[in-house]
């Protein structure tokens, strides 16, 4: 039997923090070493980080990585080292992986295939490969640590001793035909991918699915290392790293893990590949016509001779994702952010407790993390570590989630005279049971007082509609309710740790749901606006099935309240019929999440969207369907300015409204849509 270990690293990179980084590979290559594997993959731009973004066209950012290089080779002694980095050649910044092997650079290989949608846009500081291989004149720090003058450069295969090795990166394997397909045809019995694949929905079954579709096709051993963390934006690199035979998940790392550094290993039989392969006559055909890859020799046995270890098929499913995600985005978040915790402003609504919740499943994360001394000791050290840090407490020892809660986590009610008394005993019950400190302040003072400055101005008492008023006093002075309450939930996070004896400050969260951004169903610079939104790219539907699910877990009463109560902002003087927000928005949370899936992941403009939605909504006539189309896309362009303000939101959804970064639309627009609209009425006929 011809059995190979690979050592696939998931690492929590940080964009920029070469000293964090370096620590983080170095250690990765030796775990690979204790578990005996003789190839250390890793995630792609490792040594920098993903998400550097424009940093990456400073020359800067290379001269680092390569400087990190030199500290990484002494530790490449007799084990093949697959580091992910910027490369400049001939004044051109590719993508790379860099094989190193016994102190010594085997191969630069460059990225052919560009991610430039959604969330992603490497052609700005990348140029795909498109030549053969070339020689790469290293920088001197490198000569003088190698003896190497010059590296081949381009797509090639390695070849060792005893089996030839594909490497893809990343988008590659996305495209039509994945560079790993004609790699395999040409001999590679091994691909592996280095990736930097953030997270979404759904995204990890997605992936291992077209992992398992393309060995099970091709026949190969494929192993893709992704990154793990939040490194420095609104994504989440999930982490779940994968080793994956002839169809079948033998390994995986965890995903949405506290981990730093984690390596992920199994015994995989060559031979296996090489029975499927000869007995599949139609891939025999086409591998007698591919075209020949360049090879790259390396000086080493992958494979040794064994006893043969079965390891089973694993199932890839994850009941938990946004609860598991969020967790591990705001703990990355705080740590590196240097902050000593959180403030929010608790409504006892949906969304809001949505938010709080996403805090608790951070510390039950944590507490869980420290409790694991058994499975992972190193881990549980260095979490345990980081929280005494954050809380300035070098003894803290919770015993529950919510001693950690209660440590980093402030809410408070903002009152005033239109707020309910259930509103507030909601609010309250639900930060006892996940165990936040808990303030209560009273706000009519303030907008009194913001009104009261105004007066001589407009010499008259602006009124509500119940009052008497216009719709234009009526916004006003809901407006102005919201917005004192974010300048005094700002004055509390700001106020709170000086407070308490502590250093630091505390990161506002916000609540404003996916939604309402898109309708525009909010106020600018409202109690929605904070530091980061942990639910800004999931819908009211997304917030529901987490609050129930959070119900079904953990068995919080206050979440079935939560449930019940009819939504909404109490900024207006309560009536008998009471406020709730869909019928305010003129559209329902299923309607504009609708909307939202069709206009942002399938790509329809309003002519488009009226023609399938008069198909998918049968149950209305065309007239209705155009007159809800029409008023979506009219209360979209009259609002957009508002997504330019609102706050940077973690992304969970292919369907995301964060602008700027995701959903690259303007923001002032003809709201009438009259060429559009016409359009739509035409198709009535």
């Not at 998400?51 to 030199?70: G, K, N, P, Q, R």
């Not at 290989?109 to 291989?133: C, Q, V």
Request: hydrophobic share 35%; proline share 4%; aromatic share 10%.
């Amino acid at each position: 039997m011809s059995i190979t270990r690979l050592g696939v690293c998931t690492l929590n990179q940080w964009a920029m923090d070469f000293t964090q980084n370096v620590q983080n590979i170095i250690e990765s290559i030796e775990i690979c070493k204790r578990k005996q594997c003789l190839y250390r993959l890793g995630p792609e731009l490792e040594i920098c980080g993903y998400m550097c973004e424009d940093h990456f066209l400073e020359s800067d950012t290379v001269t680092h990585c390569w400087e990190a290089l030199a500290e990484i080779l002494p530790h490449t002694a007799n084990i093949v080292c697959d580091i992910g980095m910027p490369v400049i050649h001939k004044s051109v910044f590719y993508n790379c992986r860099v094989i190193l092997l016994n102190k010594k650079i085997h191969l630069v290989r460059p990225k052919m295939y560009l991610a430039d949608d959604g969330n992603y846009r490497e052609s700005r500081y990348f140029t795909p490969w498109s030549k053969e291989i070339e020689d790469l004149e290293l920088p001197p720090i490198i000569q003088i640590a190698t003896g190497q003058k010059c590296v081949p450069i381009g797509v090639a295969i390695l070849q060792t001793h005893d089996t030839e090795i594909g490497i893809e990166i990343c988008e590659e394997m996305w495209t039509p035909i994945p560079t790993s397909a004609n790699q395999a045809l040409d001999g590679a019995e091994i691909i592996l991918n280095s990736s930097g694949s953030h997270y979404e929905v759904g995204k990890i079954k997605e992936r291992t699915e077209l992992f398992k579709d393309i060995t099970k096709r091709n026949g190969a051993c494929y192993a893709f290392c992704n990154l793990r963390g939040c490194d420095g934006n609104r994504l989440y690199f999930d982490g779940c790293s994968c080793i994956v035979l002839n169809g079948k998940v033998f390994a995986k790392s965890d995903a949405f893990s506290l981990k730093d550094v984690e390596v992920t290993t199994c015994d995989i039989d060559l031979q296996e590949v090489r029975n499927i392969r000869i007995n599949i006559k139609s891939r025999s055909l086409m591998a007698s016509k591919q075209k020949h890859f360049p090879r790259v020799k390396l000086d080493i046995n992958l494979t040794q001779q064994q006893n043969y270890i079965y390891y089973h098929d694993i199932p890839i499913q994850y009941e938990s994702e946004i609860e598991d995600s969020t967790a591990c985005y705001l703990w990355d978040y705080m740590r590196r952010s240097g902050a000593c915790g959180f403030m929010l402003p608790l409504s006892g609504g949906l969304d809001s407790s949505a938010t709080a919740l996403t805090v608790f499943f951070m510390a039950n994360k944590i507490f869980k993390t420290i409790n694991n001394v058994d499975n992972d000791y190193q881990t549980h050290i260095k979490v345990l570590q980081q929280l005494r840090k954050i809380v300035e407490d070098d003894t803290f020892t919770p015993k529950s989630p919510q001693e950690i809660v209660n440590k980093l986590f402030f809410t408070v009610y903002l009152g005033s005279e239109n707020s309910t008394q259930d509103s507030r005993a909601r609010s309250k019950l639900l930060a006892e049971q996940i165990g936040s400190r808990h303030y209560e302040i009273e706000i009519d003072q303030v907008c009194k007082a913001c009104t009261s400055c105004i007066k001589p101005i407009l010499k008259k008492e602006p009124q509500f509609v119940s009052n008497g008023g216009s719709l234009s006093e009526d916004l006003a002075l809901q407006n102005i309710q919201a917005r004192s309450r974010m300048i005094l939930t700002y004055l509390l996070a700001q106020l709170t740790p000086w407070n308490n004896g502590k250093k630091g400050f505390l990161i506002v969260l916000g609540s404003s749901n996916l939604d309402e951004s898109i309708r525009g169903f909010f106020t600018k610079y409202d109690c929605s606006s904070a530091d980061i939104n942990p639910i800004g790219s999931l819908s009211k539907n997304d917030l529901r099935e987490l609050l129930l699910f959070c119900y079904k877990t953990f068995n919080f009463s206050a979440i079935q309240l939560i449930l019940e109560a009819k939504p909404s902002p109490e900024l207006r003087p309560q009536t008998a019929e009471g406020h709730i927000s869909e019928n305010d928005m003129e559209l329902t949370f299923n309607e504009l999440e609708t909307f939202a899936k069709l206009r942002k992941v399938q790509k329809l403009g309003p002519v488009s969207m009226f023609k399938k939605l008069r198909y998918l909504w049968s149950n209305l006539t065309p007239q209705q369907v155009a007159e809800k189309v029409k008023k979506f896309f009219m209360f979209y362009a009259l609002n957009r300015h508002k997504v330019v303000t609102i706050t940077a939101s973690f992304h969970a959804q292919a369907f995301s409204q964060d602008d700027n970064r995701f959903d690259f639309r303007q923001f002032l627009y003809n709201w009438r849509w009259p060429w559009q609209f016409k359009k739509i009425d035409e198709n009535l006929q």
